[in-house]
């Protein structure tokens, strides 16, 4: 079984910049579309962006133009580059499988942006 681990969350003032990390172990990660997810307090967890095994990316159009989703299959990681933070993307961050049946979550990373 795939397991997740995110980290790179933290506080940031609103027009702050974050990298989060996602590293996968356990399978052939390369060969997978990969996602980042939020969920924010009393929502449903959504989809904020993808990258297919050949790099296209597409995006959740609140997050376009400020976030950039890429990997490196070298080392089973997949990055979210977030910029021009917003308070309501405040949420716990998940990487994941970006179609298909999903490998069990991980624990997230929390991304908080308050001034």
């Known amino acids: 079984q795939v397991q997740l681990v995110e980290s790179g969350g933290g506080l940031v003032q609103p027009g702050g910049s974050l990298r989060l990390s996602c590293a996968a172990s356990?399978?052939?990660?390369?060969?997978?579309?990969m996602a980042w997810y939020r969920q924010a307090p009393g929502k449903q967890r959504e989809l904020v962006a993808t990258i297919t095994s050949g790099g296209t990316r597409n995006y959740v159009d609140s997050v376009k133009g400020r976030f950039t989703i890429s990997r490196d299959n070298a080392k089973n990681t997949v990055y979210l580059q977030m910029n021009s933070l917003k308070a309501e993307d405040t949420a716990v961050y998940y990487c994941n499988k970006g179609f298909g049946e999903r490998w069990n979550w991980g624990q997230g990373t929390q991304v908080t942006v308050s001034s």
């Open positions: 356990g399978s052939i990660f390369s060969i997978y579309a």
